[in-house]
């Protein structure tokens, strides 16, 4: 909603004081100085990006406005289903969760999270790391080196779709600036004609440079901003898994665990340690 109204703002600032100013809106509508620019920089967007990140991107534009796509309630089930896996394991031993790690699209304590079921991202992520913990007798200092590197490959391709659309925003005022060459071509093939028409054409060309100026840094480098912004916070629970599982390898008890993990949920989604303390007396 915050980035819709942004543009709102951006649009009426920019038309407002322009027609404030006594100028002619019409003079704004150059359907074809759009057609140049907006054409030009999307057949370079496809020129310069696999067809993976295109998809991601065109994605990404539409997530974005949706928000956050890990909420409150999701950090909170995050946990929750770390803290099963991990008080099972604790009692039962590591070799107990093979059924459930193997087979999450089955599993009870999984199932109990159907949204976590769903995100395969993060159920991999999540289940690929149990794995380890279950197969092998790996120490903590041999896991998180390698959780970084997942995490780093996460992260990359995540960023991927704001670094595409940065670089399209990039581009966009020297688009403007073809746009605005071309109308003084058509400005150049007018000359010795009716002046009215001569400044038509002038007036059209500049509109090309406004434009592209306009839609690089009022629009696509703001929206590319956004989605960078909430690439790194949907990151964080990763980040979040990683502790309670490096914790717990620690040799720290389940509860003790979750606490370093919840330290790391971002502070407008964290519970509070009461309102955590009691939301896992509930699951027992």
């Known amino acids: 909603m915050l980035i819709i109204v942004g543009f709102i703002v951006v649009i009426a600032s920019v038309i407002g004081g322009f027609i404030g100013s006594h100028g002619r809106l019409g003079a704004l509508w150059q359907p074809f100085e759009f057609v140049i620019i907006g054409g030009a920089a999307f057949g370079a967007f496809l020129v310069a990006n696999p067809m993976k990140v295109v998809k991601a991107t065109l994605g990404e534009v539409i997530g974005v406005l949706k928000g956050p796509r890990y909420t409150g309630e999701d950090y909170l089930n995050v946990l929750s289903l770390l803290y ?25 304590i999984f199932g109990a999270y159907p949204k976590i079921q769903n995100d395969h991202h993060l159920l991999d992520f999540i289940t690929d790391c149990m794995r380890l913990m279950i197969g092998s007798n790996i120490e903590p200092q041999e896991l998180e080196p390698l ?9 990359h391709e995540a960023l991927a ?29 007018s000359i010795g004609g009716d002046i009215a028409e001569v400044g038509a ?29 909430r690439a790194e916070q949907d990151s964080r629970i990763y980040e979040t898994v990683k502790t309670a599982l ?4 620690h ?11 919840r330290k790391t949920v971002p502070s407008n989604f964290r519970p509070s340690f009461l309102e955590f303390e009691q939301h896992l007396k509930s699951l027992k």
């Open 246 to 249: 490096i914790a717990s390898l």
């Open 251 to 261: 040799g720290y008890a389940p509860k003790i665990a979750l606490e370093f993990a």
């Open 161 to 189: 779709p704001a670094h595409a659309l940065t670089k399209v925003a990039d581009s966009l005022p020297g688009f403007g600036i073809v746009a605005a060459v071309l109308g003084i071509v058509i400005t150049m093939g």
């Open 84 to 108: 099963e896996l991990l008080n099972r394991a604790r009692k039962e031993g590591f070799m107990a969760l093979e059924s459930h790690v193997e087979n999450p699209a089955e599993s009870s």
């Open 201 to 229: 054409h002038v007036a059209g060309a500049l509109v090309g440079t406004f434009l592209g100026i306009l839609l690089a840094y009022g629009f696509v480098a703001p929206l590319a901003a956004a989605i960078e912004a």
């Open 147 to 155: 959780l970084d590197l997942e995490l780093e490959k996460h992260h």
